[in-house]
């Protein structure tokens, strides 16, 4: 099972509505990230939060709004989004700093989000 | 900027033949390799990485990948296919620096016929 927890796992929103993300996990990681994967490709960075603060902002368009409250949680804000946004959202964690342990990146099973 | 190269969108082998994914890299400096697995429906699961310690490595279900700096290649392999590993698999490189910017290869999608 992984230790990374996201919810909802399913999201079904208009284009003009306001709705979040999150994810949470205990493995006492100092670094989250959210990647965006479309169907039938490869999971595509958008941010990465190292000890809280954004670290990569991969120019990912501001109708997506992280968010970082503490070490363990990561929410995604979703606001005026185009249904060309829907895609499985994919949040992992992992420590910092150098090495093969430490670049390691553990996922959740994903948030799937629809645009209508 | 590290990439890797999966060659082969799709294979397709028998349960009990011989798996084989490609995958190559490019970087300047040693990176650090993944495998990782997705299953349909899934997050990503990690099964092996490359860490130095040894060109060979050990993964979970029986996988294994053999790091050839010579060729610049990260293959991974597993002995006998089961029906159970039909899935998408990604090869994955992050930089040395301690921003972690994994990137992943474009995914090969494995099927295993009876």
């Known amino acids: 099972d992984t230790e990374v927890t996201q919810t909802p796992k399913h999201l079904v929103m208009g284009m003009t509505n306001k709705k979040s993300l999150k994810c949470e996990q205990h493995?006492?990681?100092?670094?989250m990230y959210w990647y965006k994967q479309k169907a039938k490709k490869p999971p595509e960075l958008m941010f990465v939060y190292s000890y809280e603060k954004l670290s990569i902002n991969e120019s990912v368009p501001s109708r997506f709004s992280p968010e970082c409250p503490n070490s363990s949680l990561l929410n995604l804000h979703l606001h005026a989004l185009q249904p060309e946004d829907s895609a499985l959202y994919l949040c992992a964690s992992s420590q910092v700093g150098a090495g093969a342990d430490r670049n390691t990146i553990y996922f959740g099973e994903g948030s799937w989000l629809t645009v209508v | 900027a590290q990439s890797v190269t999966q060659l082969g969108s799709h294979v397709s082998v028998s349960e009990g033949a011989l798996v084989l994914l490609r995958c190559n890299y490019s970087?300047?400096?040693?990176?650090?390799l993944f495998w990782y697995v997705q299953y349909p429906n899934q997050g990503l699961q990690l099964l092996l990485k490359?860490?130095?310690?040894?060109?060979l490595v050990k993964g979970i279900n029986g996988f294994e990948a053999e790091f050839k700096k010579s060729e610049t290649s990260f293959h991974l392999t597993k002995p006998s296919a089961h029906m159970s590993d039909a899935a998408e698999y990604f090869c994955a490189v992050s930089g040395t620096s301690n921003n972690n910017d994994m990137r992943f290869g474009a995914g090969t999608r494995l099927t295993v016929k009876p």
């Open positions: 970087s300047s400096v040693p990176p650090y």
């Open positions: 490359y860490t130095s310690a040894a060109t």
């Open positions: 493995m006492g990681h100092r670094a």
